[in-house]
């Protein structure tokens, strides 16, 4: 919750603002090869190993983001906490399924939503406190020590989430290729958009290569086609989450350059929008609407809320919080809700998997449109910032509005 507001001041003092989106997108690329490996990993010999590694790698990526001396150095650290989320958080959706029945798992995705109300509240101001008076590095090197108790509690209860007994022996291999093939292409493509000069071309179609090979071996068959039920499931997820960090990463940098704000009342923007997503989370984890109804509703919030705060930071800065809640109600109302579609129709041997590509959708998404949306606004330079933002904020309502046409498609046909 608070990178978002202390990577302004990260990039000026490493000079690395044209790195500045890689500061995001390093963490989703690498957690796309941990978020696959973990699917048939967990699936194959239950969670806790994978869920116990990923926390203790992620906080090894927090130290080498917290010392980092050069803005490459820093992108590292944040790649290798990207590792580490992939692998947990698939570990915690199979979690999830096998302990708590369908009719209590809304409730569940709702109370891992409650879960963010005090970062919500905290993180993003003590994140520009620190960066003002302290020093950005403490926004990482401080989580580590709050990272290590939490982890001992879960220990026992993780102890009887082993795999099913009829546990398949999902095929790795091939699905390992696919994620290098994914990840290194994604990588590739965004490098190609930042560079300039006639490596542009190659990079950006060797990128593509990577992506086209990968990932139908990765997610359900027909997503990009936008077939019913669980394909569409996945593409809502991952549309909806590319197009609100795509506008969540870059308000900070607005706020901070073009209206002269402090890093903590940048922060302001980014907390209203997280306690509107806790909100709605709360809303619809305890209502008997149907998740789809939920999931439509949100991606029309999302979408609206990118008009609204792209108008905003083009007028006046204080003007963005209050437009940006309704992006973040849209996403508390959406992402809940998806994740009890993507459960509802897994069966047990299925969960890992499923939930990996639920994941995938969900980095690929943000990785790709946070690194369009940057190289579209390192492309006008500093001296055009306000006509930059203004093209990203009209590539991310695209892509959010084709996120709503998506989340028209969650019902499989019977």
């Not at 997503?223 to 870059?250: E, I, Q």
């Amino acid at each position: 919750m608070a990178v978002g507001t202390v990577m302004p001041v990260v990039a000026a003092e490493l000079n690395g603002l044209s790195l500045y989106a890689w500061g995001f997108s390093a963490t989703l690329i690498a957690g796309l090869l941990s978020t696959v490996l973990a699917g048939g990993w967990i699936d194959r010999s239950g969670p806790m190993r994978p869920f116990l590694i990923g926390l203790a790698t992620f906080v090894a990526g927090l130290a080498v983001a917290g010392v980092a001396t050069t803005m490459w150095q820093f992108v590292i650290g944040r790649a290798v906490q990207g590792i580490g989320t992939g692998l947990a958080m698939v570990a915690m959706y199979v979690v999830v399924a096998r302990i708590y029945p369908e009719s209590l798992r809304p409730r569940v995705f709702a109370a891992e939503s409650a879960a963010w109300v005090l970062p919500s509240l905290i993180g993003p101001a003590v994140g520009g406190v620190l960066a003002e008076h302290i020093g950005w590095r403490w926004v990482f090197l401080g989580l580590i020590p709050l990272v290590i108790p939490p982890t001992l509690l879960l220990v026992r209860a993780l102890r009887g989430t082993a795999a099913p007994a009829a546990a398949p022996r999902t095929p790795g291999g091939g699905r390992a290729v696919a994620a290098v093939a994914v990840s290194v292409g994604a990588a590739v493509l965004l490098y190609g958009l930042d560079a300039p000069g006639w490596i542009t071309v190659p990079a950006v179609a060797a990128g593509l290569a990577g992506l086209v090979f990968g990932l139908p071996r990765l997610l359900p068959a027909g997503t990009f086609r936008l077939r019913r039920g669980l394909p569409s499931v996945v593409l809502t997820r991952g549309l909806l989450a590319g197009a609100f960090m795509g506008t969540d990463v870059f308000i900070p940098l607005a706020l901070t350059t073009l209206h002269g704000f402090s890093p903590t009342e940048a922060g302001i923007a980014l907390t209203v929008a997280a306690l509107g997503w806790s909100a709605a989370s709360q809303y619809q984890g305890r209502s008997r609407r149907p998740r789809a109804f939920f999931v439509r509703l949100g991606a029309a919030s999302v979408t609206a809320g990118i008009v609204a705060v792209t108008v905003a930071l083009q007028l006046g800065g204080w003007a963005a919080a209050p437009a940006w809640l309704i992006g973040g109600a849209g996403m508390g109302f959406a992402v809940g809700s998806l994740s009890v579609l993507l459960l509802d129709g897994s069966g047990p041997q299925e969960q890992g998997i499923n939930s990996s590509a639920l994941q995938i959708g969900d980095m690929l998404g943000t990785s790709l449109v946070v690194g369009i949306a940057g190289a579209l606004v390192a492309a006008f330079g500093p001296g055009r910032l306000e006509l930059g933002l203004a093209a990203a904020g009209t590539l991310l309502t695209a892509v959010a509005a084709l996120g709503v046409v998506a989340a028209l498609r969650l019902e499989a046909r019977t």
